[in-house]
């Protein structure tokens, strides 16, 4: 008898083909066009951005009512991050925002710079910078986000929208 | 036992690859039509229960998207459990004895086309020493009919007749993915693809969805004109490691049938979910239904003729029980299976009133 195993590596690989589906499908290419594609619930009459499922997930009904949103919208929620991890291309800290686009009931997640990181607030306004036409791809398009250089959005209107019932 | 019984059913058709939908818009169809069906608001179900795996798509959390499609708002009860829907029908039924709630909707989904089915299978064998070889889903259940047919009296052209059968009943069923004549002498002439297996012992790899809406009580006699009642359900598991197993018989099918009472009079259609051809006969051997007196077997062609991951064995109990609505039949017997080579099965029992 040897030494006990203790551990041992079985290492795992496995390849699929993702599908979107419909709605998302829309969305990304939307991106690559330098649109940002919403829908809206025709039962609740919410705006869902961000690629979802294609459901209203109140109503559990398809979305197909397709709206074209801003490119501009409101910091709702943020964090900063000072952990470095492999294969960032982000220089620490850096902030990491749920931006609530104007006309959206759901906000999209989205890094922002041209501002230092604890400057970054709730009630922030942002604007999308994109990737250059023809350079985007459906992993990348919005670059990031930046301050407008609006007014900040009054604070209890921000609070409104994070209600779960808003 | 309080009564329980099946009051809705919806499937999508199966088909071997959907490039378009995700699972959610696969799932949203059937589920408006098995909750419309069912007469009961769908803000009055008291309780959902799910059936899926993150490995089929290669996604994490696939139950918590797949709620989208029933608009859980506001959340009442949701619940999900990481096998085929049946399972998820289980834990309703077992939710709707304590007596808090009068229904409540069941459904599984999957999509098998993102990956390669054969090899996502392997990841529910133990870590250690049997994943790590990649024995692939059709690998194994070959060498679970090998140990079949070298031990008990089956041979290969039953299990052509089984895929001929399947197939053929399968032509009556406009959500099978399978169907058509075929002639078992012919099928014998094809070449194996993992011996004693044929491509056509094989069940087709399908994506799909099936949604059930159970009631109790009287709520079930409101709303349907014959519920199918639940008179017995109970499900058995086998060890994980298949080598411990004797491949060729299923005790545990036979533990859950008996304690679902489902041995205790005829049965006028059963529903058995054998994605290969070996695993029915072994299946009818354990429910005593190797020479089926009277019994129909699959006759909406089983996983044989369409096979969705998670929604199958729930397909089973829905295929079921509509034929006791309908009056077709008086007494059903639908099973569940999960896990490599039957380890686990669930049986339930379905009666008119």
Redesign the interface.
Known sequence: MGEPVEI?Q?P?R????????????RYLKGLIEGKILGERCERCHKVYVGG???????????MSDVVELPHVGTVTSFCIVNVPFAGATVEIPYTMAAILLDGADIPLNGLIQEIPADQVRMGLRVEAVWIPAGERTFTETIKHWRPSGEDDAPIDDVLKWMRADA | MRDVAVVSFAQSKSVRA????????IL?PV??DAVANSGIP?KEIGFTCSGSAD?L???PFAFV?G???????PPVRESHVEADGAWALYEAWVLLQEGEIDSALVYGFG?S????LR??LT?QLD??YL??LWPDAISLAALQARALLETTEHTERELAEVAARSRRDAVANPNAQLTGDADPEALLKEPYIASPLRKHDCAPISDGAAAVVLAAGDLARKVSKRPAWIRGIDHRVEPHYPGVRDLARSPSTRAAAEKAGALSGPIDVAELYAPFTSQELILRDALGLAKPNGTKINPSGGALAANPMMAAGLIRIGEAATRVSSGEANRALAHATSGPCLQQNLVCVLEGE
């Open positions: 041992i079985t795992i496995l390849e699929y083909q993702y599908t979107p589906g419909v709605s998302r499908s979802g499922s294609g459901a209203c997930a109140r109503d559990g009904i398809p | 959907d490039p378009v939908r995700n699972e959610v818009e949203m589920i408006q769908s490995y798509a290669g996604q998207y709620l989208e499609a029933i608009g859980a708002w999509k086309s993102p990956g390669s090899d996502v990841r870590p250690y994943a790590p």
